[in-house]
């Protein structure tokens, strides 16, 4: 069974700080990897795709472990606004619909 | 902005009714699909099209049924509405083996619909 395994949370995290979490993955045959926000009660938006090189995007950075099998997401100087759940997801089969897998997500909360 | 719209938002109905929840992208993508999702739990997919005339079921069972007749829209329906059926249901869509990045790696992003918040009393 593929599975995306990521930390609930919640994190709870004072404004300005720097915060990372992880989530790993459990088929090493993998082929992308995605951030998606989703606000309470809202649909989830794409963050940014995680590249093997890792990538940034202003305030946050992703990166790519393939060896470990992990992707991770840091945050920077976060923002009230950064309060949300993170949900990692990875696509197994080249695009396939029945290859994507999202994590449960992880809770943020940035405390003023 | 996604183009990918869901109507209706909310919706409560009494238990038996058949109800369709409407979906439609106006991005041409050829993929769609069908979540479902409770408070504060992780997106199962339940359905999901790679185009017209094409249908298949997702990870998690569902007494749901979807079409797929135009690329543009993929609604779906419930036969007879019953509690256990309250969620949240979202809709998505993306490009079919659309994008690579730099290094190679397929990016087929998803882009979700507002989501269709369904009450089954």
């Known amino acids: 069974r593929k599975e995306v395994e990521q930390d609930p949370g919640p994190f709870n995290v004072p404004e300005g700080a720097t915060v990372a979490f992880n989530c790993t993955y459990s088929?090493?045959?993998?082929?992308?990897f995605f951030w998606y926000r989703q606000d309470c009660r809202k649909e989830p938006k794409l963050l940014m795709s995680?590249?093997?090189s890792g990538n940034e995007d202003g305030r946050f950075t992703a990166q790519l472990n393939r060896a470990s099998q992990y992707i991770s997401l840091l945050i920077r100087d976060s923002k009230l606004s950064d309060s949300a759940t993170y949900l990692c997801v990875v696509n197994d089969a080249g695009g396939g619909a029945d290859g994507l897998t999202f994590g449960k997500g992880t809770h943020l909360i940035i405390q003023p | 902005e996604a183009d990918i719209y869901q109507t209706p938002r909310y919706l409560v109905i009494g238990t038996g009714k058949k109800i369709t929840l409407e979906c439609s992208q106006t991005?041409?993508?050829?993929?769609m699909y069908w979540y479902q999702q409770d408070p504060g739990m992780e997106l199962h997919l339940i359905h999901y099209?790679?185009?017209?005339?094409?249908?298949e079921k997702g990870d998690l069972s569902s007494e749901s049924t979807v079409s797929r007749i135009r690329t543009e829209h993929f609604p779906l329906t419930l036969e007879s509405a019953r509690p256990s059926h309250t969620s949240q249901y979202l809709c998505a869509s993306s490009e079919y083996g659309g994008q690579t990045s730099i290094d190679g790696l397929n990016t087929d992003t998803q882009y979700f619909g507002p989501g269709t918040r369904l009450t089954v009393l």
């Open positions: 995680v590249y093997s």
């Open positions: 088929n090493s045959a993998s082929q992308s």
């Open positions: 991005m041409g993508h050829d993929k």
């Open positions: 099209s790679y185009g017209v005339n094409s249908t």
